[in-house]
């Protein structure tokens, strides 16, 4: 009971994710770095890169779930933010190749020298600076969504109508990226990095500090969405959910309150795309494909929306189905997910999580007796003693 009410914060799945988390924290890198390959328990570096791809699409589906979940917005462009994180790595990992490159020029990328650009654009400047760069990745997806924000909840755009803007949003973006004038690689985009820190970005070392930090980001953005959610503002923002108009009515400024959490939601998604980068070893426009955006919808929903959990859950289990399915049988593999998509929406309306919680209730209940299952914020559940009148049960 302590550890649960830690800090204010209720403890239920999410001190699973924190322990799965720690745990494999500890055996990728014994597994991979100390193991000998022909050991059963080694694991290669691909799949160390395999798992550190699935938690940065963990951390998108978490950024996508804290909007959709808990405040109803259902954003169909979240790819838009994770891309434009991944970019910002992207050009930090570009200024660290220095003359390494195929043309050998110290200052411009590979791509600039192919095309005769004759001196670094002003928007590149101060990216050969780690610090600099990892503010970026928050401030470029941050910025953009503060200026969408202020407009469409200003205009009070909501519904399928903001759904429908926020894809049109990533899909300018991504017309935009394929075109070579920005200076960002076009339709190639940013790849051949050779170090991050100073560090080579092919050694399995390198691969294994990238996933610890991606892990460490997840656990600390869980945190984070968890105390938001638990807060007077996460109430509000179930009210915004729920009955916009009632919660206006009653004196909250509801379209401040979704902006506050559509820009840490799109901070967050940056984040991933950051880590996302170095582990896949490219960035181009195709990340800001609507499609892209339309598969963390999915994730979300089958984990489980407004759990914060469910959404981790969701991400990891489809990316591992799509593994499979696109090297055994990739013709079908679209196919597949979209029956996915059905069958849950079907017979699991509120995903994995949602299910788990319907089915353990009375578990809980009758392991201890006179309690009472209540279902928190954040879709754990707590069991709560309920009160017993004199001489009941005697």
Not at 4 to 31: D, K, N, Q
Not at 146 to 168: E, K, M, P
Not at 316 to 322: E, L, R, S
């Amino acid at each position: 009971m302590i550890i649960r009410r830690l800090s204010g914060i209720s403890w239920g799945l999410a001190s699973g994710v924190y322990i799965a988390l720690l745990i494999a924290c500890i055996l990728v890198p014994l597994c991979n770095l100390l193991v000998p390959e022909d050991s059963i328990f080694h694991l290669s570096t691909y799949s160390v890169t395999l798992i550190g791809k699935y938690l940065c699409y963990a951390l998108l589906a978490l950024a996508l779930d804290l909007v959709w979940g808990y405040c109803g917005i259902l954003s169909l462009g979240h790819g838009a933010f994770f891309a434009l994180g991944g970019y910002a790595m992207g050009m930090y990992l570009m200024r660290m190749i220095g003359p390494r490159g195929v043309y050998g020029d110290p200052i411009l990328p590979d791509f600039m020298v192919f095309l005769n650009w004759q001196e670094l654009p002003w928007y590149w400047q101060g990216f050969d600076i780690f610090p600099f760069a990892m503010l970026m990745v928050l401030f470029v997806p941050g910025l953009l969504a503060f200026a969408f924000g202020v407009f469409a909840f200003r205009a009070r755009v909501t519904g399928v109508y903001l759904s429908i803007i926020t894809q049109a949003m990533t899909f300018a973006l991504l017309l935009a990226f394929f075109r070579n004038e920005l200076g960002l690689g076009g339709n190639n985009g940013l790849t051949d990095f050779k170090e991050i820190l100073g560090f080579d970005i092919q050694s399995d070392g390198t691969r294994v500090g990238l996933f610890i930090a991606t892990a460490a980001a997840l656990a600390a953005c869980l945190t984070i969405c968890r105390a938001i959610v638990n807060s007077q503002a996460g109430k509000v923002l179930l009210a915004v959910r729920d009955a916009e108009s009632r919660t206006r009515f009653l004196g909250y400024s509801a379209e401040n309150y979704k902006l506050f959490v559509w820009v840490v939601s799109a901070c967050m998604a940056g984040v991933a795309g950051a880590l996302y980068v170095p582990q896949v070893g490219i960035i181009n426009p195709s990340e800001f494909s609507p499609a892209n955006s339309i598969e963390a919808v999915i994730w979300v929903a089958v984990g489980g929306r407004g759990t914060l959990v469910g959404p981790i859950i969701g991400a990891i289990v489809v990316n591992g189905f799509k593994t499979w399915f696109t090297g055994a049988m990739p013709e079908i593999w679209l196919f597949a997910l979209g029956a996915l998509f059905i069958l849950v929406t079907l017979f699991l309306p509120h995903g994995i999580v949602g299910a788990a919680r319907s089915f353990f209730p009375a578990r809980n209940a009758k392991a201890h007796g006179a309690t009472e299952v209540r279902d928190t914020e954040d879709g754990d559940q707590d069991v709560v003693e309920t009160k017993q009148a004199p001489g009941a049960g005697a």
